[in-house]
């Protein structure tokens, strides 16, 4: 699992393990760390030209200790510092002592030298930093972007909010970033994950979950494999149809018939033993899904079921998503069901007594929160939190970075890692609600039932589309196939 700290916690962390190293010791571990991956990215480091851009803190004291080692391996290295008064003093020393040069970001000819570079580090700014990047920088950041060499970032592109991967203005866009002793949430989710590129993790020795007062809760995490695994429902010898598990479907309509099927789609390869469908598509979803149960007596008498999914393609139906919001066992609501139900009926463990599971997209989101849909791409993890603390439920906020919130909006946010631009299509949502509705009947909890569906239907989406558009239905026949990659490691 890769867990992400927030930069109050990192700093910790850090003062915590400084007051035990000798003075200047972590710096020199990060440096070293990062001089390796650049040596990676460059492959050749003799003869290479590297280009350094330096601000006044830390960050580019990394940058700097880093230049001086490729130097030693004999790269042309030249720092280009924008604030030369404040650059970082033993840096400096280090990178003129073996041969390295040194110009100022106002001097002619400093953006042709980014621009002309095999590699540049950008060490303009820290976690600490805020909003975009001043002025001076921004066309050195254009001109790395432009220029032929690879760029890699320290620790955080320059530019990127750390704690929430927020961009406020001009950034540095990076091939790789470097990132040290611990995950920053910014990395983990748009528009910041998109900027930092690949992300190599080096361990400078922290400790984020220990004992002493560097310790702290972690921001966000990302599941991977094995994590996955661990929750995934497996039938026992004993298991029949009913002991795993039924997942009702309450969705279509007579405009959106397809709805149903999709839904109903992803619940049957979601783990649940046995799929209720309840709506007007019964006959669309047996044609296409023979081994649904399917009723037309409503929600409250198509028999016992262990969750329920509601609201895609169901258009003005009020009274069905108030009937299912009505019943004893955990609920997730997507699409219009999320317009129809009243307030006070979307109560996770509040009014309902049960866990619900939410998964607007951004526009529903923006609608929920009453806001722009801009502020709530701009900002994934506060409006997924702040949705999850009004409303009282899980919330599963879709979109570039799909990121899942416990009930109440405290803890730790889960951020999908898996995924492809090509499930945004038609009907997509459809089926992930189904998968998340089946995982829920299964007796997964509501973060886990949201994290581990968002997981498989992100594989199921890459391995559906290998480059290419897909529909709905190729995701939702594919998340076998990432169920068992998941099983298999």
Same mark, same amino acid.
């Given at each position: 699992?890769?867990?992400?700290?927030?930069?109050?916690?990192?700093?910790?962390?850090?003062?915590?393990?400084?007051?035990?190293?000798?003075?200047? =010791?972590?710096?020199? !571990?990060? =440096?070293?760390? %990062?001089?390796?991956?650049?040596?990676?990215?460059?492959?050749? /480091?003799? @003869?290479?030209?590297?280009?350094?851009?330096?601000?006044?803190?830390?960050?580019? #004291?990394?940058?700097?200790?880093?230049?001086?080692?490729?130097?030693?391996?004999?790269?042309?290295?030249?720092?280009?510092?924008?604030?030369?008064?404040?650059?970082? =003093?033993?840096?400096?020393?280090?990178?003129?002592?073996?041969?390295?040069?040194?110009?100022?970001? *106002?001097?002619? #000819?400093?953006?042709?030298?980014?621009?002309?570079? +095999? %590699?540049?580090?950008?060490?303009?700014?820290?976690? $600490?930093?805020?909003? *975009?990047?001043?002025?001076?920088?921004?066309?050195?950041?254009?001109?790395?972007?432009?220029?032929?060499?690879?760029?890699?970032?320290?620790?955080?592109? &320059?530019?990127?909010?750390?704690?929430?991967?927020?961009?406020? $203005?001009?950034?540095?866009?990076? +091939?790789?970033?470097?990132?040290? *002793?611990?995950?920053?949430?910014?990395?983990?989710?748009?528009?910041?994950?998109?900027?930092?590129?690949?992300?190599?993790?080096?361990?400078?020795?922290?400790?984020? !979950?220990? &004992?002493?007062?560097?310790?702290?809760?972690?921001?966000?995490?990302?599941?991977?494999?094995?994590?996955?695994?661990?929750?995934?429902? /497996?039938?026992?010898?004993?298991?029949?149809?009913?002991?795993?598990?039924?997942?009702?479907?309450?969705?279509?309509?007579?405009?959106?018939?397809?709805?149903?099927?999709?839904?109903?789609? @992803?619940?049957?390869?979601?783990?649940?033993?046995?799929?209720?469908?309840?709506?007007?598509?019964?006959?669309?979803?047996?044609?296409?899904?023979?081994?649904?149960?399917?009723?037309?007596?409503?929600?409250?008498?198509?028999?016992?079921?262990?969750?329920?999914?509601?609201?895609?393609?169901?258009?003005?139906?009020?009274?069905?998503?108030?009937?299912?919001?009505?019943?004893?066992?955990?609920?997730?609501?997507?699409? +219009?069901? %999320?317009?129809?139900?009243?307030?006070?009926?979307?109560?996770?463990?509040?009014?309902?007594?049960?866990?619900?599971?939410?998964?607007?997209?951004?526009?529903?989101?923006?609608?929920?929160?009453?806001?722009?849909?801009?502020?709530?791409?701009?900002?994934?993890?506060?409006?997924?939190?702040?949705?999850?603390?009004?409303?009282?439920?899980?919330?599963?906020?879709?979109?570039?970075?799909?990121?899942?919130?416990?009930?109440?909006?405290?803890?730790?946010?889960?951020?999908?890692?898996?995924?492809?631009?090509?499930?945004?299509?038609?009907?997509?949502?459809?089926?992930?609600? @189904?998968?998340? $509705?089946?995982?829920?009947?299964?007796? %997964?909890?509501?973060?886990?039932?949201?994290?581990?569906?968002?997981?498989?239907?992100?594989?199921?989406?890459?391995?559906?589309?290998?480059?290419?558009?897909?529909?709905?239905? +190729?995701?939702?026949?594919?998340?076998?196939?990432?169920?068992?990659?998941?099983?298999? *490691?």
């Amino acid at each position: 699992m890769r867990t992400a700290y927030s930069v109050e916690t990192v700093r910790a962390a850090e003062r915590e393990l400084m007051a035990r190293l000798p003075e200047g =010791a972590l710096m020199q !571990r990060a =440096a070293a760390g %990062l001089a390796v991956v650049c040596a990676d990215v460059l492959e050749r /480091v003799y @003869g290479s030209r590297v280009v350094l851009l330096v601000g006044s803190g830390d960050n580019g #004291g990394d940058a700097l200790y880093a230049g001086a080692r490729l130097a030693r391996r004999g790269a042309g290295v030249r720092a280009v510092l924008l604030a030369p008064g404040r650059a970082h =003093a033993g840096g400096l020393a280090a990178l003129r002592r073996v041969g390295g040069s040194v110009v100022e970001a *106002g001097d002619e #000819g400093a953006v042709a030298l980014v621009e002309r570079a +095999d %590699l540049v580090v950008d060490g303009i700014v820290g976690i $600490g930093g805020k909003g *975009g990047l001043r002025e001076a920088a921004v066309p050195l950041a254009e001109a790395a972007r432009r220029g032929r060499g690879a760029v890699v970032a320290v620790d955080l592109p &320059s530019g990127v909010d750390a704690d929430t991967g927020e961009v406020r $203005g001009a950034a540095v866009r990076a +091939d790789v970033t470097v990132t040290f *002793g611990a995950y920053k949430p910014g990395l983990l989710i748009d528009p910041g994950r998109e900027y930092a590129g690949v992300v190599r993790f080096v361990d400078i020795g922290l400790s984020m !979950r220990g &004992s002493g007062s560097g310790a702290g809760e972690a921001a966000a995490e990302a599941l991977q494999h094995v994590d996955v695994a661990r929750l995934l429902p /497996v039938p026992g010898a004993e298991s029949d149809k009913y002991r795993r598990g039924v997942v009702g479907v309450a969705a279509g309509s007579a405009r959106y018939p397809g709805a149903a099927v999709l839904a109903v789609g @992803g619940a049957l390869r979601g783990g649940a033993g046995a799929v209720r469908y309840v709506g007007p598509a019964g006959g669309a979803v047996l044609a296409r899904y023979p081994e649904t149960l399917v009723s037309e007596r409503g929600p409250s008498r198509a028999g016992r079921v262990q969750a329920w999914v509601v609201g895609p393609g169901a258009g003005d139906d009020a009274a069905t998503v108030g009937e299912v919001l009505a019943a004893d066992v955990p609920v997730l609501i997507d699409a +219009d069901g %999320l317009r129809l139900a009243e307030v006070g009926d979307v109560r996770g463990r509040g009014a309902r007594g049960v866990p619900t599971l939410m998964t607007p997209h951004a526009g529903e989101a923006a609608a929920l929160l009453g806001v722009e849909r801009e502020e709530v791409e701009s900002g994934r993890l506060a409006a997924a939190r702040e949705l999850a603390a009004r409303y009282g439920a899980a919330v599963l906020l879709k979109g570039s970075t799909t990121v899942v919130a416990e009930a109440g909006g405290g803890g730790v946010v889960r951020v999908n890692p898996t995924g492809t631009p090509w499930l945004a299509t038609a009907g997509s949502g459809d089926v992930l609600s @189904g998968l998340g $509705g089946s995982l829920l009947a299964a007796g %997964l909890s509501a973060l886990d039932a949201g994290s581990v569906g968002a997981y498989l239907h992100g594989l199921a989406g890459r391995f559906a589309a290998e480059g290419a558009p897909v529909s709905a239905e +190729d995701v939702a026949g594919r998340i076998p196939e990432a169920w068992r990659s998941v099983v298999r *490691g």
